[in-house]
Structures are given as C-alpha cells and as structure tokens.
C-alpha cells in the first residue's frame, strides 16, 4: 500500500509555559497542501516504566494517589528520564527509589507514546527479572505503597477498569504476550 507525504513544516515556534516537568508550546505549520495550521502540544523529556516480575512470578506494583484525575491508581513503577540520563539508568533508579527492589537482568520491550496529538512524550518499557530487595527511598513528597499481584489479578483489573493508566495496561498486555510465549523480548534498543 502507498502511502502520500502528509509532512507539516514548522514555520514559527512559541513557548507558552515551561515548568519542572513539560513545556507547552504552540507551534505555526504549514501543511502538506500548504494551508496553514497551529499546533498546540506539550514537550516531555520521556519516561521509563518497568514490569517487575518476582521469582514466583507476581508482579510488584504501586498504588498512589494521581492527583490530576483525582483517585488512587494502580501501576507499574516508573518515573521521567533526567536530562543526559540513560533511559535503563532511570529504570534501575526508579525500580529501587520507588520499590526497593534491584534486578540481574533488564530486558527491553517497546516505546509507546501515549498521547501522539498533543505531547512528544515516549515511555521505553523494561521487564525486569532477578529481583532482590533493598529497601526503598522515595523522592521527597511521593508516597506510595507497593503491592505483590499475580498476572491473572492484574488483567482481571483491567478488564474491570481498575487499572485505567495506559501505560500500565499496555504493560499488563504485553507480559501476557509473554508469559504465553506468543512474543519474546523485544526489538533492539533505540
């Protein structure tokens, strides 16, 4: 199938609020055609989630209060790339700041982004395995309490949508793409 070159051309860029973790901007565009058009989006750093998976096979996971849509939500751990870090760098921190737990071994899955139509933001996805605890450090003003679930428990909370954070529930997907046997690791890393 061919596809037609629908590529926009930034002509003028704005920089409506830059804070601790995003920036908002708005940009103008010309469009494939040539008529103008803006774009309003939001600049992120990135992001690293990880699936860790215990030797007995449950999963650690963390509930914490989203104080943008108001309740407590369940997830895998993760946390924002720092400017110049390695993203597999910010998973090994993140896993042990937010858990307590280290891992032997790191296996890369995907890049997702979750909202293409307004931010630039990319979460690289990690299953992390070898587990050993170390105690816990989180950042100053993060609580959350860190939970043991089995794979079924957590597919069953997505089914009934009590886990609602995509990044969680593409993750829960793709660890039982694995633990069927249907995909194994995943491509090489960016």
Known sequence: MKHGDMTETQVASETVFEGKLLRVKCDSVSLHDGKPATREYIE???????????????????????????????EFPAGKIDPGEEPL???????????????????????????????TERIL???????????????????????KLSPAALLELVRTGEITDVKTVI??????????????GGPALP
């Open 171 to 184: 993750g829960v997907f793709w660890l039982e793409k694995l633990l069927r046997g249907e995909w194994v």
């Open 44 to 74: 992120h750093n990135g992001a690293v989630m990880i699936i860790p998976v215990l030797d007995s096979g449950e999963l650690v996971m963390e509930r914490q209060y989203r104080y943008v849509v108001g309740r407590h939500c369940l």
């Open 125 to 147: 996805v990690y299953l992390a395995r070898g587990l050993e605890h170390r105690g816990s450090n989180l950042d100053d003003g993060e609580f959350l309490e860190v939970l």
């Open 89 to 119: 760098a910010t998973g090994r921190r993140e896993l042990l700041e937010e858990t307590g737990y280290v891992a032997r071994e790191w296996i890369y899955l995907a890049t997702i982004h979750p909202t293409v139509a307004y931010s």
